[in-house]
């Protein structure tokens, strides 16, 4: 069965402190993996997609990367507005394009 | 992003009613679109998918007759909760997928209260 767990499950920085948040999976055959940040309330906004081991992907102060068994969000010099819950997300080869989430990293960065 | 639009976005009733949640794709065309439920500080759990134009395949331990989806056409997909009772308050969030960039897009959210 396909599974994501991401970690820490909750992670707290000072602004301007860099960090990076972790998703370990396991799948048969991975087909994507997904980054997207969700605010309280909200739904979930997408951010990047990664298909293979290699592949790195950036936005802003994020970049994404990619293992045979874990995907890194790397957050650099993180502000107040990139507080969020961030969750990942793995697509199997052969799924009709369904998703598997992990629960979640909640960040806060602190002014 | 693409937009999907999911309304309502909040919704209080008796315990015993009829509550529907539309989830509409603004700018591509979904065959496929997925409902999904979230309780407090946790992840999405899947309920289901929806095909436009035929049964809706429901994950394990979803009741299909009482979560109802309809997919009627490319843009819009519905979820009733039938004879709601207070443990189906959650939050119950849509995406649409966008089978050329391989991505889902997801609604704002609909927070459901029993009571």
């Known amino acids: 069965e396909d599974q994501v767990t991401q970690s820490p499950e909750a992670l707290r920085l000072q602004e301007g402190e860099s960090s990076s948040l972790n998703c370990s999976y396991t799948v048969s055959g991975l087909r994507g993996l997904f980054w997207y940040r969700q605010d309280p309330g909200k739904g979930p906004e997408f951010l990047f997609t990664?298909?293979?081991a290699g592949e790195e992907k950036e936005k802003e102060r994020l970049k994404a990367t990619l293992t045979k068994k874990e995907s890194f969000l790397h957050i650099t010099a993180p502000k107040p507005e990139d507080s969020a819950t961030y969750l990942c997300?793995?697509?199997?080869?052969?799924?009709?394009?369904?998703?598997?989430f992990g629960a979640g990293t909640r960040l806060t960065v602190k002014p | 992003g693409a937009v999907v639009s999911q309304h309502p976005s909040r919704v209080i009733c008796k315990s015993g009613t009829s509550v529907k949640i539309e989830c509409r794709s603004l700018?591509?065309?979904?065959?496929?679109m997925f409902w999904y439920r979230q309780f407090p500080k946790k992840s999405l759990m899947l309920m289901a998918t929806s095909n436009e134009g035929s049964k809706a395949t429901y994950e394990q331990g979803v009741e299909k007759d009482k979560f109802l989806i309809n997919h009627a056409s490319l843009t819009l997909s519905t979820l009733t909760v039938t004879s709601a009772h207070p443990e189906d308050s959650s939050f119950y969030i849509c995406?649409?997928?966008?089978?050329?960039?391989?991505?889902?897009?997801f609604g704002a959210g609909t927070r459901l209260s029993v009571l």
């Open positions: 700018d591509f065309q979904a065959t496929t």
């Open positions: 995406s649409a997928g966008d089978r050329v960039k391989n991505i889902q897009y």
């Open positions: 990664l298909y293979s």
């Open positions: 997300a793995v697509q199997a080869r052969g799924n009709n394009n369904d998703m598997r």
